[in-house]
């Protein structure tokens, strides 16, 4: 397991001395009836952004009785005045005090400012972007020059119409007449992106393009600044998109259209997406009101036509069901990359095995690979195969060739190549005889074929399993977010945003008491820690160990963490706090397991590593499903399938190819084990 040195004792009784020091200046206030955020930080000489800092949920709201974490006031502490007050004619440059919601598009529209004078006017304070409590200077506009003071909640105004404006040629970001901004949709980006990038919300940006809220097409032209003319407000079917995206359709009209959907109980955004054939994010975008959970009842927007009748996959079906009647062809594509080995007149061929850790990985693989070959002939299966060399690199490969030469199109099934690029060229060229192409490494999602099976789970797939987890627990889930993790912030916001958010301090460090405001005493409380900060780790730990007295609580993390297997965090501090974490295999103790390694190490003199299980566990799928009496497709649909250490329960995607959600949920448990959270 760990080693473990005598020091690490001495820096966590430092570390935890520290923490305790620092505990000490800060205040809880309980918030009175009429009380605001406002009223709060005149009572205690500090900024609203202070109390946001240390309370990020405040930023929504708040309630009577809830609790906050008061920061130490300075000599700096600005005072701000509860009152609202206007800005009014002088020489001196107009600020504004900035509140929960406003953004700088909303600002831009309140003083009829463009979003770049308002940056250019605050270059230094807006670097980490538009935080509440800020004050920012508001430049002059168009002529006029205002001064003072301006505290203003965000209210409604009047969309004025400018005349339709002329355009021959669409860049990706253009400036017209009358002030008004278009971007033009480029393929890869989101409402999310586009939006962040000039400073306004998702809904602010739907709002000025009520096309996008039902579909996102490539080439279409956003209004992002100014007024929105009649012309951009149109609906999608007569907008004229660079590539059309394929949507659910009418047969009978032609047109696209959605359909009003009631929640039903016990309903997750995960069942109902697959329930509709489309993903999770998806289903979030048509329904922008889900980011703050699923409730029964609601009445969502969800694709046109009946509910997709999905039964219920089981494991084993393929190894019960084997039909040997039909010859099938699977091809292995696999980077060898043979000539360049040839061709090396430096290295021997042993010397390069020592030091290219890709052919390395391509060879572990095919040792893999070759014992589901051989197990499959064990079991009588009907199978031709070629195992061909793709000559790849991350840009490049000979795909085109191999295609054209072994007539690739008329394969069952192809494995591989390895980089995505070189995936998705493949399953371009043989996509028109829909022959399926398994990707068998990349986590990346790219451009989408209709024939692609991605047997890797991509990062959000990840992220999303533990959180789905934790809600079908009813849990109490709260993040402490180290500063440096902005994008694992904005996507908890935009994806989570009813996990609690732990507030630091001014310098981004944890604060016990900020956590411990969160923590609830009926249910287990999920405390996700994403940081890679060992004194960050340290410091949430051994809040959460010293609350297990009170509470239920979990270490939760949603992706791989290398600072965990430092020497100053000990197993045993995770053990006790059982960390729970998404991962693409399982630990496997079974006696097929066992058999596995061992008559692998009796044809390799090695012990199998992950890449030669993987090898395994990949074709052996594919070797199962080539040897139903039905189509691989078929196969996808009907059974799931669990190999040595991975899962494959691939889902169709609404417009493109399919994507595999065999995650397992793992723990660490008290006996030093890990096991699958049930």
Same mark, same amino acid.
């Given at each position: 397991?760990?080693?473990?040195?005598?020091?690490?004792?001495?820096?966590?009784?430092?570390?935890?001395?520290?923490?305790?020091?620092?505990?000490?200046?800060?205040?809880?206030?309980?918030?009175?009836?009429?009380?605001?955020?406002?009223?709060?930080?005149?009572?205690?000489?500090?900024?609203?952004?202070?109390?946001?800092?240390?309370?990020?949920?405040?930023?929504?709201?708040?309630?009577?009785?809830?609790?906050?974490?008061?920061?130490?006031?300075?000599?700096?502490?600005?005072? /701000?005045?509860?009152?609202?007050?206007?800005?009014?004619?002088?020489?001196?440059?107009?600020?504004?005090?900035?509140?929960? +919601?406003?953004?700088?598009?909303?600002?831009?529209?309140?003083?009829?400012?463009?979003?770049?004078?308002?940056?250019?006017?605050?270059?230094?304070?807006?670097?980490?972007?538009?935080?509440?409590?800020?004050?920012?200077?508001?430049?002059?506009?168009?002529?006029?020059?205002?001064?003072?003071?301006?505290?203003?909640?965000?209210?409604?105004?009047?969309?004025?119409?400018?005349?339709?404006?002329?355009?021959?040629?669409?860049?990706?970001?253009?400036?017209?007449?009358?002030?008004?901004?278009?971007?033009?949709?480029?393929?890869?980006?989101?409402?999310?992106?586009?939006?962040?990038?000039?400073?306004?919300?998702?809904?602010?940006?739907?709002?000025?393009?009520?096309?996008?809220?039902?579909?996102?097409?490539?080439?279409?032209?956003?209004?992002?600044?100014?007024?929105?003319?009649?012309?951009?407000?149109?609906?999608?079917?007569?907008?004229?998109?660079?590539?059309?995206?394929?949507?659910?359709?009418?047969?009978?009209?032609?047109? +696209?259209?959605?359909?009003?959907?009631?929640?039903?109980?016990?309903?997750?955004?995960?069942?109902?997406?697959?329930?509709?054939?489309?993903?999770?994010?998806?289903? /979030?975008?048509?329904?922008?009101?889900?980011?703050?959970?699923?409730?029964?009842?609601? /009445?969502?927007?969800?694709?046109?036509?009946?509910?997709?009748?999905?039964?219920?996959?089981?494991?084993?079906?393929?190894?019960?069901?084997?039909?040997?009647?039909?010859?099938?062809?699977?091809?292995?594509?696999?980077?060898?990359?043979?000539?360049?080995?040839?061709?090396?007149?430096?290295?021997?061929?042993?010397?390069?095995?020592?030091?290219?850790?890709?052919?390395?990985?391509?060879?572990?693989?095919?040792?893999?690979?070759?014992?589901?070959?051989?197990?499959?002939?064990?079991?009588?299966?009907?199978?031709?195969?070629?195992?061909?060399?793709?000559?790849?690199?991350?840009?490049?490969?000979?795909?085109?060739?191999?295609?054209?030469?072994?007539?690739?199109?008329?394969?069952?099934?192809?494995?591989?190549?390895?980089?995505?690029?070189?995936?998705?060229?493949?399953?371009?060229?043989?996509?028109?005889?829909?022959?399926?192409? /398994?990707?068998?490494?990349?986590?990346?999602?790219?451009?989408?074929?209709?024939?692609?099976?991605?047997?890797?789970?991509?990062?959000?797939?990840?992220?999303?399993?533990?959180?789905?987890?934790?809600?079908?627990?009813?849990?109490?889930?709260?993040?402490?977010?180290?500063?440096?993790?902005?994008?694992?912030?904005?996507?908890?916001?935009?994806?989570?945003?009813?996990? +609690?958010?732990?507030?630091?301090?001014?310098?981004?460090?944890?604060?016990?008491?900020?956590?411990?405001?969160?923590?609830?005493?009926?249910?287990?409380?999920?405390?996700?820690?994403?940081?890679?900060?060992?004194?960050?780790?340290?410091?949430?730990?051994?809040?959460?160990?010293?609350?297990?007295?009170?509470?239920?609580?979990?270490?939760?993390?949603?992706?791989?963490?290398?600072?965990?297997?430092?020497?100053?965090?000990?197993?045993?501090?995770?053990?006790?706090?059982?960390?729970?974490?998404?991962?693409?295999?399982?630990?496997?103790?079974?006696?097929?397991?066992?058999?596995?390694?061992?008559?692998?190490?009796?044809?390799?003199?090695?012990?199998?590593?992950?890449?030669?299980?993987?090898?395994?566990?990949?074709?052996?799928?594919?070797?199962?499903?080539?040897?139903?009496?039905?189509?691989?497709?078929?196969?996808?649909?009907?059974?799931?399938?669990?190999?040595?250490?991975? +899962?494959?329960?691939?889902?169709?995607?609404?417009?493109?190819?399919?994507?595999?959600?065999?995650?397992?949920?793992?723990?660490?448990?008290?006996?030093?084990?890990?096991?699958?959270?049930?």
């Amino acid at each position: 397991m760990k080693n473990r040195i005598i020091f690490s004792l001495l820096f966590v009784l430092v570390t935890i001395t520290s923490m305790m020091a620092r505990q000490d200046k800060y205040v809880k206030h309980t918030v009175a009836k009429g009380e605001t955020i406002t009223l709060i930080a005149q009572k205690y000489k500090v900024t609203p952004f202070d109390i946001y800092k240390l309370n990020p949920d405040s930023q929504n709201g708040i309630e009577l009785n809830s609790v906050l974490l008061i920061p130490p006031s300075s000599a700096e502490s600005t005072v /701000i005045p509860p009152k609202q007050t206007q800005p009014k004619a002088s020489s001196s440059v107009t600020t504004h005090l900035v509140q929960p +919601k406003e953004t700088l598009f909303s600002l831009s529209r309140q003083y009829n400012v463009t979003v770049d004078a308002l940056k250019e006017a605050n270059a230094d304070l807006l670097k980490e972007g538009l935080k509440i409590g800020q004050t920012i200077k508001i430049p002059a506009s168009n002529g006029s020059s205002v001064g003072g003071t301006a505290i203003v909640s965000p209210s409604k105004e009047t969309i004025k119409e400018t005349p339709k404006p002329v355009v021959k040629a669409e860049p990706k970001v253009e400036t017209l007449k009358g002030n008004t901004t278009y971007h033009v949709i480029e393929p890869k980006e989101t409402k999310y992106g586009i939006s962040k990038k000039y400073g306004m919300t998702i809904q602010e940006l739907e709002r000025l393009n009520p096309a996008i809220v039902s579909d996102f097409p490539v080439g279409l032209k956003l209004v992002v600044s100014g007024n929105a003319p009649a012309s951009v407000s149109k609906s999608v079917e007569s907008a004229e998109p660079i590539k059309d995206k394929p949507a659910v359709v009418n047969p009978n009209s032609g047109k +696209k259209y959605l359909q009003e959907y009631v929640v039903k109980p016990k309903e997750t955004i995960q069942s109902i997406a697959a329930d509709f054939g489309i993903s999770e994010t998806e289903l /979030i975008q048509l329904n922008p009101e889900l980011k703050k959970g699923v409730k029964l009842g609601m /009445i969502l927007r969800v694709p046109m036509g009946q509910k997709i009748n999905i039964p219920k996959k089981e494991q084993g079906n393929l190894m019960k069901n084997l039909n040997t009647n039909a010859r099938k062809q699977l091809a292995l594509l696999l980077p060898f990359n043979i000539s360049k080995i040839e061709s090396d007149t430096v290295n021997s061929t042993q010397a390069r095995l020592k030091k290219d850790k890709f052919l390395n990985l391509t060879l572990d693989f095919y040792s893999g690979a070759l014992m589901a070959i051989d197990s499959a002939k064990v079991l009588g299966m009907n199978v031709d195969i070629k195992i061909l060399d793709s000559q790849e690199t991350k840009s490049t490969s000979n795909v085109a060739s191999l295609v054209q030469q072994n007539n690739l199109v008329s394969m069952d099934a192809i494995i591989g190549p390895f980089y995505q690029s070189n995936v998705e060229k493949l399953a371009e060229l043989v996509e028109p005889t829909k022959t399926p192409v /398994i990707s068998p490494l990349s986590k990346e999602v790219g451009q989408k074929y209709t024939n692609l099976y991605q047997s890797m789970p991509s990062l959000e797939q990840m992220r999303g399993s533990i959180f789905d987890f934790m809600k079908a627990k009813r849990g109490n889930i709260i993040a402490v977010v180290d500063a440096k993790k902005g994008s694992v912030k904005q996507y908890i916001q935009e994806m989570q945003s009813e996990t +609690k958010l732990v507030g630091l301090n001014a310098k981004g460090s944890f604060i016990a008491d900020s956590l411990r405001i969160h923590l609830l005493k009926d249910r287990m409380n999920y405390v996700v820690l994403a940081s890679e900060s060992t004194g960050m780790i340290l410091a949430t730990t051994n809040a959460l160990l010293n609350a297990q007295k009170e509470y239920q609580v979990q270490l939760v993390i949603m992706e791989p963490n290398e600072t965990l297997d430092f020497e100053e965090i000990s197993l045993t501090r995770l053990t006790k706090l059982k960390l729970l974490y998404p991962s693409l295999s399982r630990p496997n103790e079974t006696d097929e397991a066992n058999q596995f390694d061992a008559k692998y190490k009796k044809l390799n003199k090695i012990i199998p590593n992950q890449y030669a299980i993987r090898g395994f566990d990949v074709t052996f799928d594919v070797l199962l499903r080539l040897s139903q009496g039905k189509t691989f497709e078929e196969t996808i649909q009907t059974d799931a399938s669990e190999q040595i250490e991975n +899962k494959f329960d691939y889902t169709q995607n609404s417009t493109y190819g399919y994507s595999n959600n065999g995650i397992y949920i793992l723990y660490y448990d008290t006996d030093l084990t890990i096991k699958e959270a049930l």
